[in-house]
């Protein structure tokens, strides 16, 4: 029972697609998240929703559009993929939103590992 | 700007030594901070959370400490494994954010045989 799942794990596209990566999560959470991890390891936050209400754009490119059908899901879609896309994309759930006195462990996918060619 | 550090890049020990991170903070006085530990291929996993009124919280072989005036956490493992040997990072809330925890770059902790 995969607490918080996403699809694919592996995608190798060329530059100038358009691409998606879909998560979901069975853990009743009210918030999820996009990170993105680059080839230095550094993980950064990317967006960040609650109850399906956008919180977080952390000055990621319009290239990216998050969707959220529900609390369950949050997906990301890529147009016009970069070389610079290339990197391994994590989605993320937690309780409740994080702030300043509410904590909010993140519990994370797997990753989905992208490469523009 | 605020900022999170964890200041090595890798830390190799013996089998059955304490292994000790560090992370330390600038320009923020955040509630609390999470520990979490990432494998190769895997996404982090939650492992301890320490808030601003707790000098110390174990979990097994584990220890965090928070020192608000230093602006520092360590993270220690007792008796330590080569099961230990994984990516380490330190996340905090970012100061008047809601929902944006930010993650310091990791140490990768080495546990030889």
């Known amino acids: 029972d995969t607490a918080v799942s996403q699809t694919p794990k592996y995608l190798v596209t060329q530059m100038g697609n358009d691409k998606s990566i879909k998560c979901e999560q069975n853990?009743?959470?009210?918030?999820m998240y996009w990170y993105k991890q680059d080839s230095k390891k550094f993980l950064k936050i990317m967006f960040s929703?609650?109850?399906?209400?956008?919180?977080i754009n952390e000055t990621v490119p319009n290239r990216f559009s998050p969707k959220s059908p529900d609390k369950a899901h949050l997906n990301l879609h890529i147009n016009s993929l970069e070389l610079g896309d290339s990197a391994v994309y994590f989605c993320?759930?937690?309780?409740?939103?994080?702030?300043?006195?509410?904590?909010?462990?993140?519990?994370f996918g797997e990753g989905s590992r992208l490469t523009v060619l | 700007s605020q900022k999170i550090e964890q200041n090595s890049e890798a830390l190799n020990i013996q089998e059955g030594k304490t292994a000790t991170l560090t992370c330390n903070y600038t320009?923020?006085?955040?509630?609390?901070l999470q520990w979490y530990r990432q494998d190769p291929g895997r996404g982090p996993v939650f492992l301890l959370l320490?808030?601003?009124?707790?000098k110390e919280k174990r979990k097994e072989r584990l220890k965090v400490t928070f020192d608000t005036t230093l602006k520092q956490s360590l993270f220690h493992i007792t008796a330590s494994q080569p099961a230990d040997s994984a990516t380490y990072l330190c996340?905090?809330?970012?100061?008047?954010?809601?929902?944006?925890?930010?993650f310091g770059k990791g140490t990768k902790l080495s546990v030889k045989p």
């Open positions: 993320a759930s937690s309780p409740r939103l994080a702030s300043g006195t509410s904590t909010g462990e993140l519990f």
């Open positions: 853990l009743g959470h009210d918030t």
């Open positions: 996340a905090l809330v970012r100061e008047g954010s809601q929902g944006n925890l930010i």
């Open positions: 320490i808030r601003e009124n707790e």
């Open positions: 320009n923020y006085s955040p509630a609390y």
């Open positions: 929703y609650n109850n399906k209400e956008l919180i």
